[in-house]
Every structure is written in structure tokens, then in C-alpha cells.
């Protein structure tokens, strides 16, 4: 059997595509901008870029197959990806199907939830090596959830379960991109977290963040507020630390309905470190029911963009398992 494969990372801005050993991790990688506001039909052709280069550092000049996680909602089949956020022009769009035309053979493509891949590569490469089962959270544009059990991906009955960054904490609370009124989203996501220290931190000067920030804090960026809590700014430390607060309140919610214990956060977002995870852990452990308090820990994943792309390749090889190497899905 191959035991090289190619994951994908795809996002709005870059799109990440590596050579994955079977069992050893990363063999090659890149990073590439996705150009998604030229729409669905040059993106694809950027991953189709991007997977045959993966292919010719391959040693023998072959994959097992292709996997791809994506932002949006993916279908049972693994094939198609509904509405993505950050891809103008997708609706629904089969995946397997174009790039598999476009490759000209019929190598095994499989797609799923980019949050869903990051969880299933922290399993059998990362952080979450140690665990079975656990929560996968990543934190950055949006608030991704996934829910790795038994070291598989748990789906629900369409493909679409652990969807944590739309769970509310607040049903007055502000509207999230889907609609969703006080997701966790809609507080924590970058855009909205950025949005939020900006105005809490308009009259907190003097402040690093106004040196970095500019007039009227208007670049600010979650970013710029780790740099700042770094140097000591204790505003810039306030609002992460407000913002680690609402992240243990809806871990709470979820160890509660899950009976999980472990919690795994990637993300851009993630490498604010302490600054978030520490006031989620004071918090979490007040909105857990006393039963599920024992061994509740949050841990960061530290594979950083690599986690997404070790996952995706691991759908390859997690599905010859179960179907064998003649087997293609369809």
C-alpha cells in the first residue's frame, strides 16, 4: 500500500498543501494564496496546482489519495462542500468529482469540515495523541468545533455535528455569520473580538495597543493584543482574558452534553497561549456539572497549520483501511 498521501488545508486567504508520511508526519509543504475572490472555478485549479506538486516529491511519484478540509458544512458522501464561508461564488460544489476530473484519474479524494481534520491530525499526530476521545476547538476567523471519538471523527447524521462555534451563550446576544444569536462566535472569532477590543480599549490610554493599533484603534487586530499583553499591557491582557472567559463558559456547555474531558484549541488565535486558556480553565470548571469535574483539562495543540494538513491526509489513509487500496469512493 502508498503510504504517502496529500492533505489540504484550504482557506479563504492561503491554502496549505503538504506530502504526508503514513505514521511519520510531514514530508513537504507549502503555502500558496487561494485567490478565492477570483471564485470557485480558479480556486479548485489552485488546488489541482497544488496537489500535483505535492505529488512529485512523493518517492514514487504517487499518493494513496487526496484529503481536503474545507470551511462549511460537507456531505455524508464526503464529496461536496455546501456554501463555505470566506469562498465567494461556492454554493454547492462537489469537489471529489471536478478534481478528480480535473487530475484526469480517479486517485480517492475525500473532503470534510477543516475543523473536523484539524481534530482527527491533533489525534494521531498531535497534542491529542494521548486521548481517545476529546473536544477540537480552533480559534480563528470563525470558531471551528469538532468532536474526535474512539479517534474518529464523530458526525452526527449528515456530516455537520460538532459545530461548537454556534452554540450561544446568549440568546440576546450579537449575531453570528450564520445567524446565530450569541454564538461563541460572535465574540471570539477575530473579526468580532477585534471589534470588541477595539471599543472597550478606545479610552484605556496610555496603551501599547494605541501605538500599535494606530488612530482611532482602527488595525487592531487580535494579534496586536497578544504582542501587547507580551509587553505587559494589561488592557490588552483584560480583553483576552474576557475573551477566555466566554470560551470556558460554552466548553462548559459542551463537557456537559458530551461527557468529554479533554479539550484541544488550535487556531490562529490559539497562540495567544495563557492569556486565553487560563482564564477558560478558571471558567470551565464553573459550568461543568460537579459528576463530569474530574480530569477536565484544556490543552493547546502546537502543530499549528500543520495539524489541519495531517488530518486531511489521514482521511486517506484512515479510509483504505476500512475499504482497501482498490477501493474508490464514489
Not at 486521548?131 to 468532536?147: H, K, N, P, R
Not at 501587547?228 to 491582557?237: C, I, K, L, N, V
Not at 483539562?297 to 479510509?319: D, K, P, Q, S, W
Request: charged share 20%.
Amino acid at each position: 500500500m502508498n503510504h504517502f498521501a496529500v492533505g489540504i488545508d484550504l482557506g479563504g486567504t492561503m491554502m496549505k498543501a503538504a506530502l504526508v508520511e503514513r505514521g511519520q508526519g510531514l514530508r513537504h509543504h507549502i503555502a500558496i494564496d487561494t485567490h478565492a475572490e477570483k471564485g470557485p472555478d480558479h480556486v479548485i485549479g489552485r488546488i489541482q496546482q497544488a496537489i500535483e506538486m505535492m505529488m512529485k516529491e512523493a518517492p514514487t511519484g504517487d499518493i494513496a489519495g487526496v484529503g481536503i478540509g474545507v470551511p462549511g458544512s460537507v456531505d455524508w458522501e464526503r464529496s461536496s462542500v455546501h456554501y463555505p464561508a470566506n469562498l465567494p461564488g461556492w454554493e454547492v460544489v462537489n469537489l471529489r468529482r471536478t478534481l478528480q476530473e480535473r487530475l484526469g484519474r480517479t486517485l480517492p479524494v475525500i473532503v470534510e469540515n477543516d475543523a473536523n481534520v484539524a481534530g482527527l491530525g491533533s489525534a494521531h499526530y498531535g497534542v491529542g495523541r494521548p486521548y481517545d476521545s476529546f473536544i477540537m476547538i480552533t480559534l480563528g476567523t470563525g470558531v471551528g468545533g469538532a468532536i474526535i471519538y474512539r479517534n474518529t471523527i464523530f458526525r452526527g447524521t449528515t456530516g455537520a455535528a460538532g459545530e461548537i462555534g454556534h452554540m450561544s451563550i446568549d440568546y440576546e446576544g450579537p449575531w453570528d455569520r450564520a445567524g446565530v444569536a450569541g454564538s461563541i462566535e460572535a465574540y471570539i472569532g477575530q473579526r468580532f473580538l477585534s471589534r470588541h477590543a477595539r471599543y472597550q480599549l478606545l479610552t484605556r490610554e496610555p496603551s501599547i495597543i494605541h501605538e500599535l493599533a494606530g488612530e482611532e484603534l482602527k488595525n487592531l487586530t487580535p494579534k496586536m493584543l497578544y504582542d501587547a499583553a507580551e509587553q505587559g499591557d494589561e488592557a490588552a491582557r483584560e480583553v483576552l482574558a474576557w475573551a477566555g472567559h466566554k470560551l470556558g463558559v460554552v466548553l462548559g456547555s459542551a463537557i456537559n452534553l458530551l461527557d468529554l474531558r479533554k479539550v484541544i484549541v488550535g487556531g490562529g488565535m490559539s497562540a495567544a497561549g495563557d492569556y486565553i486558556l487560563e482564564p477558560a480553565r478558571r471558567t470551565v470548571r464553573r459550568y461543568v456539572m460537579p459528576a463530569l469535574r474530574n480530569d477536565v483539562e484544556i490543552l493547546r495543540e502546537t502543530l499549528g497549520n500543520a495539524v489541519g494538513m495531517l488530518g486531511a491526509a489521514h482521511l486517506v489513509f484512515e479510509y483504505l483501511d476500512a475499504h482497501g487500496p482498490s477501493s474508490e469512493p464514489q
